[in-house]
């Protein structure tokens, strides 16, 4: 299990308050621990930290500009969910009709 | 050993002390010469004395922490999971954009694939636009030349009394139609700018004029600005600040214009007007807030 205070002694400078912070204002959402007083961090709660550390700390993303950069990104990957479904669906698309999509896209790549 | 943390039984928070004091508890269950029995307890007793010269070090323990070094002290390239390697997941769970979106998304993104027979037939999409015009070119109409996205010139007629918030409808000026079927229309909100002297309240249009006491109570004639150039405006004589004054048909479309007399005192004493009210008799006594309503 990782706790709050766990996650943060994975960076060199990250207070606990200021990972709370990030937590309070659900840029990153782990769990309620057992007892219910802490968090649990799984390993995708850890990676979105590291992503948020490295906005704050390395490239010095303002505070306020945070919540905009999070909902972009969120809908990014959103859209590439999206997208791969929709991939999937064309994959059990008759070969004339893939061959027909695969020459459509490369042209509207040009 | 993989996690001197779990050598010791500690958490990772654990306080130098509480290492310390695990360490001991463990090294004397576990001290070899006192298991002679126990082949098991030497690499017990090694991984808990590796644990503790690593946690018991803070600036060891600080790079373990990051996962600069591994548990024997040697380096290693700190292995991460990037968020992207979550991507999947990342949307499909709690990071989902607020609602998510909705399977209409793919009917947004490939409308053109999806659209049906019927749609097609349908005319070209409407383009919309916002035009900010200035309150005299609302006032007397005006004839203004769009540039739209695709570098086409639209020339926008404005009529005289247009009024804020209205919009414009140029046909056929939109999206060209598919084959055969007609062009869409561009629409264009107006908003009208402020002026700094005129108001408006529909085709009517008002505007401030400051009167000395000697024009208010004389009479005047004084040249003012119109929305349709300049006029004279005659002020009765005896008029009291307040007073309305019609210029008719110099308003909006052919509507009138008001000048809303404000009388305005000098700005030093006048010793001689003083001396004057001090010793006025008015010819009619009257009370200018008799007929105000009492609180």
Redesign the interface.
């Known amino acids: 299990m990782n706790s709050l205070e766990t996650v943060a002694l994975l960076f060199e400078d990250l207070e606990t308050g200021e990972l709370a912070g990030w937590v309070a204002q659900r840029w990153i959402q782990p769990e309620p621990d057992a007892d219910g007083d802490g968090w649990s961090f799984r390993d995708i709660d850890i990676a979105r930290t590291r992503l948020i550390y490295d906005l704050r700390h390395e490239m010095e993303t303002p505070e306020a500009t945070m919540p905009i950069v999070l909902s972009l990104l969120d809908q990014i990957y959103e859209l590439r969910r999206l997208v791969d479904g929709f991939g999937a669906v064309l994959a059990e698309q008759p070969t004339a009709i893939r061959d027909a999509i695969q020459a459509g896209l490369e042209r509207a790549a040009h | 050993m993989d996690d001197p943390y779990a050598a010791l039984g500690v958490?990772?928070?654990a306080s130098q002390a509480e290492i310390q004091s695990a360490y001991r508890t463990l090294a004397k269950r576990h001290h070899p010469d006192l298991n002679p029995g126990k082949p098991a307890a030497e690499a017990r007793f090694k991984e808990i004395s590796a644990a503790n010269a690593l946690l018991s070090n803070a600036e060891k323990r600080?790079r373990f922490?990051?996962?600069e070094i591994d548990s024997a002290g040697a380096e290693r390239p700190p292995e991460?999971?990037?968020?992207r390697?979550?991507?999947?997941?990342?949307?499909?769970?709690?990071?989902?954009?607020e609602g998510?979106?909705d399977a209409s998304?793919?009917d947004d993104?490939?409308s053109r694939a999806f659209e049906t027979r019927a749609a097609q037939a349908a005319r070209g999409a409407d383009l919309h636009f916002a035009l900010t015009i200035t309150f005299l070119e609302a006032a007397n109409g005006a004839s203004r030349v769009l540039t739209l996205p695709d570098g086409r010139k639209l020339k926008v007629e404005i009529a005289a009394g247009i009024a804020d918030g209205q919009t414009l409808r140029l046909k056929g000026q939109g999206v060209p139609g598919l084959g055969q079927t007609p062009d869409g229309d561009a629409l264009i909100a107006i908003s009208i700018a402020a002026h700094p002297i005129f108001r408006r309240e529909g085709d009517a249009a008002f505007f401030d004029l400051k009167v000395t006491l000697k024009e208010a109570v004389l009479g005047a004639k004084i040249d003012v600005a119109t929305p349709k150039g300049n006029v004279t405006l005659t002020v009765p004589p005896n008029s009291t600040s307040g007073t309305r004054l019609r210029i008719k048909g110099r308003g909006i479309a052919g509507g009138d214009l008001f000048a809303v007399l404000e009388l305005v005192l000098p700005p030093t004493p006048e010793p001689a007007l003083a001396a004057f009210l001090a010793g006025w008799k008015p010819d009619a006594a009257f009370d200018p807030r008799a007929t105000e309503a009492k609180p």
């Open positions: 958490p990772k928070t600080a922490d990051r996962g991460r999971r990037f968020y390697d979550f991507g999947d997941d990342a949307a499909r769970t709690k990071y989902r954009p998510g979106f998304a793919f993104f490939f």
